[in-house]
C-alpha cells in the first residue's frame, strides 16, 4: 500500500526546510508505518503469514515470517517517503 508512504513523503518534503530532516524523517515514518500495519491491516499480514508458512522454505536470514513481513514493510514505508520527501524537497527549493 504505497499510497500513505507517497503522502507522508510529500509532507515530510513540504513541512521540512532543512534537508537533514528530510533525510532522517521517513526512517521514523517506516517505524509509524509499521505499528499502523499491525493495527490496520492485520489480515493482509495472516494472510502473508499462512502463505510463507505453507511454502515450507527457510526464510531470508533465518527471519520468522512475520519479522518478514515487517521488513519488508518498513524497508517500502522508508524508502518511498524517502524518495518523495527529497523529490519534493528539491521542487520546492527550486520554487
Same mark, same amino acid.
Do not use: Q
Given at each position: 500500500?504505497?499510497?500513505?508512504?507517497?503522502?507522508?513523503?510529500?509532507?515530510?518534503?513540504?513541512?521540512? /526546510? %532543512?534537508?537533514? &530532516?528530510?533525510?532522517?524523517?521517513?526512517?521514523?515514518?517506516? $517505524?509509524?508505518?509499521? $505499528?499502523?500495519?499491525?493495527?490496520?491491516?492485520?489480515?493482509?499480514?495472516?494472510? !502473508?503469514?499462512?502463505?510463507?508458512?505453507?511454502?515450507?522454505? %527457510?526464510?531470508?536470514?533465518?527471519?520468522?515470517? !512475520? /519479522? $518478514?513481513?515487517?521488513?519488508?514493510?518498513? $524497508? &517500502?514505508? !522508508?524508502?518511498?517517503?524517502?524518495?518523495?520527501?527529497?523529490? &519534493?524537497? !528539491?521542487?520546492?527549493?527550486?520554487?
Amino acid at each position: 500500500m504505497p499510497f500513505p508512504n507517497l503522502i507522508a513523503g510529500i509532507l515530510i518534503g513540504i513541512a521540512c /526546510h %532543512k534537508w537533514g &530532516t528530510r533525510l532522517i524523517l521517513p526512517f521514523a515514518w517506516g $517505524v509509524v508505518f509499521c $505499528v499502523y500495519s499491525s493495527f490496520f491491516e492485520k489480515s493482509k499480514r495472516d494472510v !502473508t503469514i499462512a502463505y510463507k508458512k505453507h511454502l515450507n522454505r %527457510k526464510l531470508k536470514w533465518g527471519m520468522s515470517p !512475520t /519479522h $518478514v513481513f515487517y521488513f519488508g514493510e518498513y $524497508v &517500502t514505508a !522508508t524508502f518511498t517517503s524517502l524518495m518523495f520527501s527529497v523529490l &519534493t524537497g !528539491t521542487i520546492k527549493g527550486i520554487l
